[in-house]
């Protein structure tokens, strides 16, 4: 069974950090890209950053991606987002989802993770 466990949101001071994870099981990446992506209230899921199944393949969509970082542990099978310098409009539902192949596009993924809640207060 898939399994994709997003956390390490929670509340935080604009200007701040925060390292969310995502942890999977029952599969590999050698099968699978990671993308993260976010929902914030009353707008569409939005891509910000992907890892191919190489991990030097990485991905960013998201305009200011400056402050975004996209790591790998294979022996965890764990995927992180850093982000930094964040900002209250950074405020939202982070999910992290299995795709084919990278992309920005939330239809193209294959497997959801339950998401981790994101408040960054001004």
């Known amino acids: 069974d898939v399994q994709l466990q997003a956390s390490g949101g929670g509340l935080v001071q604009t200007g701040g950090s925060l390292s969310l994870s995502c942890a999977a099981s029952g599969i590999t990446f050698d099968d699978y890209a990671i993308g993260w992506f976010r929902q914030a209230p009353g707008k569409q899921r939005e891509g910000i950053s992907c890892m191919g199944v190489d991990s030097w393949n990485t991905e960013y969509y998201i305009s200011d991606k400056e402050r975004f970082i996209i790591a790998r542990d294979d022996a965890k099978m764990t995927v992180y987002l850093h982000v930094n310098s964040l900002k209250p409009e950074d405020t939202a539902v982070y999910y992290c989802?299995?795709?084919?192949?990278?992309?920005?596009?939330?239809?193209?993924?294959?497997?959801w993770g339950r998401g981790t809640l994101v408040t960054v207060s001004s």
């Open positions: 989802a299995g795709l084919i192949r990278c992309s920005s596009n939330s239809a193209e993924a294959r497997k």
